[in-house]
């Protein structure tokens, strides 16, 4: 079994910055991809970025030049930098894991609220 444990959500001004930290724990597991997805109230779940053991990076047009997704894994965490926050920036950010010949795994959520 791998776990997910967010960290770093909390309440910020507009034009603030958060960072969110993911580290995933277990025995014997090797991690591709790893990302952050959000869900704003009454909205679905959206892709925000992710990066590969590699370090190649993606993310959605809304958070590009504002959101920077880094990856230790050494450490098997996956960070994310929010600079510039938007009230549109709030949501529950969930961590995601796709773990190599085990599958997708999700952290519990950690949110994110900008205010105005």
């Known amino acids: 079994q791998v776990r997910l444990v967010e960290s770093g959500g909390g309440l910020v001004q507009a034009g603030g910055s958060l960072r969110l930290s993911c580290a995933a724990s277990?025995?014997?597991?090797?991690?591709?991809?790893m990302g952050w997805y959000r869900q704003a109230p009454g909205k679905q779940r959206e892709l925000v970025a992710h990066?590969?053991?590699?370090?190649?990076?993606n993310y959605a047009d809304s958070v590009k030049g504002r959101f920077t997704i880094s990856r230790d894994n050494a450490k098997n965490t996956v960070y994310l930098q929010m600079n510039s926050l938007k009230p549109e920036d709030t949501a529950v950010y969930y961590c995601?894991?796709?773990?190599?010949?085990?599958?997708?795994?999700w952290g519990q959520g950690t949110q994110v609220t900008v205010s105005s």
């Open positions: 995601n894991a796709i773990v190599l010949s085990r599958g997708a795994y």
């Open positions: 277990g025995s014997g597991f090797s991690i591709d991809f």
């Open positions: 990066v590969t053991s590699g370090g190649s990076t």
